[in-house]
């Protein structure tokens, strides 16, 4: 599966969020959007959820229907708080939660509770989580649809930092395993130079900069993009990162 974006442009009322973008994402592959507040990253991913709509195209595999496999995961979550984490879960599987479940069902729900380290919490009521822990939930709900197409609106904002490169290596490791067209936003820009295949820059709603993390998240974009002085290091394993360190003047 693979997601064409061409020339989309978003309003909200008079205000116009996004003007022209055209990106790819392709199967088997992680792509990463950042920005600034306020820059569209948010409203992007939630055309291509479907839940807005504006001006351009946006193609799965050449096709303007939207698949059925397309699990979205929003940034403001909406928490049942007098269900449990398995029943959380399932409604990602059902869509509804039916009388009968099937054992395909329950096995695919404990797999992927499993991967996320949720099984100790299976039968606990979302209400007695912290903030963290509900992320980590609805990730697992996201994921046990088994889209094609997985969105991410920055999956990681609620978890420390061990809990943030545990979350994203599963997204990447299940992205390669199981060829998935993934779009995340990401706050965190060494985050996204570490586990994204292509990044995308967003300021003031239109494209800067798209290609490999190293291309893009380079000292001047951002300065352009962030208003940031930044410094580039390269780690041990040769991943290069940049370090804010003061506002541009």
């Known amino acids: 599966m693979s997601i064409q974006i061409q020339g989309l442009g978003l309003r909200y009322g ?8 055209s ?19 948010s409203t992007l991913v939630k055309a291509v959820a479907g839940l807005l709509t504006g001006e351009g195209t946006i193609l799965f595999n050449g096709s303007a229907t939207r698949p059925r496999h397309v699990a979205y995961m929003p940034q403001d979550l909406q928490a049942p708080m007098a269900m449990t984490v398995l029943e ?8 509804q939660l039916r009388l009968k479940v099937s054992a ?4 695919a729900v404990q797999q992927v509770l499993q991967t ?5 919490l299976a039968g606990r009521y979302v209400s007695e989580l912290s903030g963290g822990q509900r992320q ?25 930092i ?8 599963v997204v990447r490791s299940l992205t390669l395993a199981q060829t998935l067209c993934t779009v995340m936003v990401v706050h965190d820009l060494n985050a996204a130079a570490r586990f994204a295949d292509e990044v995308a820059l967003l300021h003031e709603g239109r494209l800067l900069a798209w290609g490999a993390p190293a291309e893009v998240l380079t000292v001047d974009n951002l300065a352009r993009g962030f208003g940031v002085e930044a410094e580039a290091l390269r780690c041990q394993d040769g991943l290069e990162v940049v370090i804010p360190r003061r506002p541009v003047r």
């Open 14 to 21: 008079s205000r116009a969020v996004l003007h022209g973008i």
């Open 23 to 41: 990106l790819t994402a392709t199967a088997g592959r992680v792509l990463g959007i950042v920005g600034p507040n306020g820059s569209g990253k």
């Open 88 to 95: 959380v879960v399932l409604l990602g599987r059902l869509g």
């Open 104 to 107: 395909q069902d329950l096995d």
């Open 116 to 120: 996320l380290g949720l099984v100790d």
């Open 136 to 160: 980590m939930v609805f990730l697992a709900q996201a994921l046990v649809s088994q889209p094609r197409v997985l969105l991410l609106d920055e999956p990681t904002s609620a978890l420390d």
């Open 162 to 169: 061990r809990h943030q490169l545990e979350v994203l290596e």
